[in-house]
Every structure is written in structure tokens, then in C-alpha cells.
């Protein structure tokens, strides 16, 4: 069974500086889709950022960039320039059967707080 | 484009009564999926279904619980008799293909009291 771990259940940061979330996982699967999901105060998910297990670059999205470690089955999310509105809790998700992106398994989340 | 709808936003139910979620999915979607958030918890995979057919109920109750996506209308969540340790959001998920990026409605708080 497929496992996400986020480490951190709260992180804060200043406005305009950058902020690393940490995942990882467990997975046997050798190809797969790896998600981070943001949930504001309005509680509606939203996908932040998706990356591909068999590419090799790191995906970006404006200030939102992963740093994937296949090997070391890590997949944190990078935050550049916080915003007021980046403050959300963030949940990293990976597919529980590796074959297909249903089933997503979601971490407990890290609660950001962006202090102005 | 409207995203995925889910209806009530909020809903009541005293324990004993049945809940009725509704999910409409992104126009041009097939494929919808149920999941359940506890309090400080990330989301759990309930049901995958596409138009009339249920794909994968692996993460459903055994029992009270079932979920339908017929021809015309909306995906519906019904859970039967409601007890306290049902109260959680309830969220809808739709992507274009079952392989796709899910894309998330608002939830439905449920509260069962």
C-alpha cells in the first residue's frame, strides 16, 4: 500500500520569502504521478503542481517548483516570493495503484501561515 | 467553464436520517471520484465511477454507504442511516480521462448530530 508522509503539520513564512514543504512516500511502482493540492480556508482543493516519476526535470508553475528525488522517494514543494494568498494547508498525493491516477493517497497535510 | 459542483455545501442530518451528496462534474468529464476528509486528516479515495458504471468502490463502507453516476444528472453519494463518525467533507473529484488530473468541487461539509 502506497504511504505519503509529510513531516511538517504547520509551517509559517514571510511574505516575499520562500518556503520548502517536504514529502515522502512509499511506493513499488516505477512509473507514476506525484501531486501537491493546495486547500485554502474555503476548504476547495486545488492542484498546485504535478510531476511525472519517469521525467527527469523538476516541474515548475510560476513561483510553485518540486524538488523530486525518485530514489530517495521525496517530492517537496518549493515557494518562492509567499504570497498572502499562498497561506493554505498543502497536501501531497500520489496515486494508490501506480498504474493508473485514481485512488490518490494524501498526506495529513502542512498547514503554511504567511506572516506579512 | 464551471467547475465541479457539489451540492449542498453544508448539510444537517440527525443520526438515523440519510444524506444525499450530489456532484456534477466539469462539463466534458466522465469520470468522477468520491473522498472523505476527516478532521486534520488529508483525503481518503472512496469511489470511482464513470456514466452508469462503478469502477472501484475499494474505499467504501461495507455497508450504509453507495454512490451512483447515471446517464443524466449527477453523481449522487447517499449514506443511509447517518451516524456521528460520518460527519466529515465529503469531496467530488472529475477529470476527462480515468488516467487524467482530478479536478477537485468544493466539498460538502456533512454534520451529523
Known amino acids: 500500500a502506497q504511504t505519503v508522509t509529510q513531516s511538517q503539520p504547520e509551517m509559517s513564512v514571510q511574505e516575499a520569502e520562500t518556503v520548502t514543504l517536504s514529502c515522502t512516500y512509499d511506493?513499488?511502482?516505477?512509473?507514476?504521478?506525484l501531486f501537491w493540492y493546495k486547500q485554502p480556508p474555503s476548504r476547495q482543493m486545488i492542484l498546485v503542481i504535478r510531476q511525472e516519476a519517469y521525467k527527469q526535470q523538476n516541474a515548475t508553475e510560476n513561483r510553485f517548483s518540486v524538488n523530486f528525488q525518485k530514489a530517495a522517494k521525496s517530492f517537496s514543494l518549493k515557494i518562492s516570493d509567499s504570497q498572502l494568498g499562498d497561506a493554505a494547508m498543502y497536501f501531497c498525493a500520489i496515486p494508490r495503484d501506480g498504474g493508473s491516477n485514481y485512488k490518490l493517497t494524501f498526506g495529513k497535510g502542512t498547514l503554511l501561515t504567511v506572516n506579512p | 467553464n464551471a467547475g465541479v459542483m457539489q451540492n449542498p455545501r453544508h448539510l444537517v442530518r440527525r443520526r438515523g436520517q440519510e444524506a444525499r451528496l450530489r456532484c456534477s462534474p466539469m462539463k466534458g468529464h466522465s469520470h468522477v471520484y468520491w473522498y472523505r476528509q476527516l478532521p486534520e486528516e488529508g483525503l481518503k479515495f472512496m469511489v470511482y465511477l464513470q456514466k452508469e458504471n462503478i469502477i472501484d468502490e475499494s474505499g467504501m463502507p461495507k455497508e450504509r454507504f453507495s454512490a451512483e453516476f447515471p446517464k443524466e444528472g449527477p453523481s449522487i453519494l447517499r449514506i443511509q442511516q447517518v451516524v456521528r463518525g460520518d460527519s466529515a467533507a465529503y469531496f467530488c473529484?472529475?477529470?476527462?480521462?480515468?488516467?487524467?488530473?482530478?479536478?477537485f468541487g468544493p466539498g460538502t461539509r456533512l454534520t451529523v448530530t
Open positions: 511506493t513499488s511502482e516505477s512509473d507514476y504521478y
Open positions: 473529484a472529475s477529470s476527462l480521462t480515468g488516467s487524467g488530473e482530478q479536478y
